[in-house]
């Protein structure tokens, strides 16, 4: 049974720091591209960053370059989202991807507030 496992958020001023953890179980991780994804109410999930298996190659959405970073431990089953600098605009629910081109999972997902 294959679990993807968030964690980390939680209720941060602006100009703060969280890191979230994903902690994968029942696949074989490093075969695996990771990415976060966030979702407000009303909104359509928004694909944020991601990061390569072989942790080569990332990407991040205009919205949170320069202020996030992905990064991935193969050895721990774990993918990582630090993210610096947050904004209001950033509170959303967080959600780590784990997919090959013939399967795709989620997290539960947890909660991120920006707030003063």
């Known amino acids: 049974q294959v679990q993807l496992v968030e964690s980390g958020g939680g209720l941060v001023q602006p100009g703060g720091s969280l890191r979230l953890s994903c902690v994968a179980s029942g696949l074989t991780f490093d075969y695996y591209a990771i990415g976060w994804f966030r979702q407000v109410p009303g909104k359509e999930r928004e694909g944020i960053s991601c990061?390569?298996?072989?942790?080569?190659?990332?990407y991040y959405a205009d919205s949170v370059k320069g202020r996030f970073t992905i990064s991935r431990d193969n050895a721990k089953n774990t993918a990582y989202l630090q993210m610096n600098s947050l904004k209001p605009e950033d509170t959303a629910v967080y959600y780590c991807n784990a997919r090959l081109s013939y399967a795709n999972y989620w997290g539960q997902g947890t909660q991120v507030t920006v707030s003063s």
């Open positions: 990061i390569s298996s072989s942790d080569s190659n990332t």
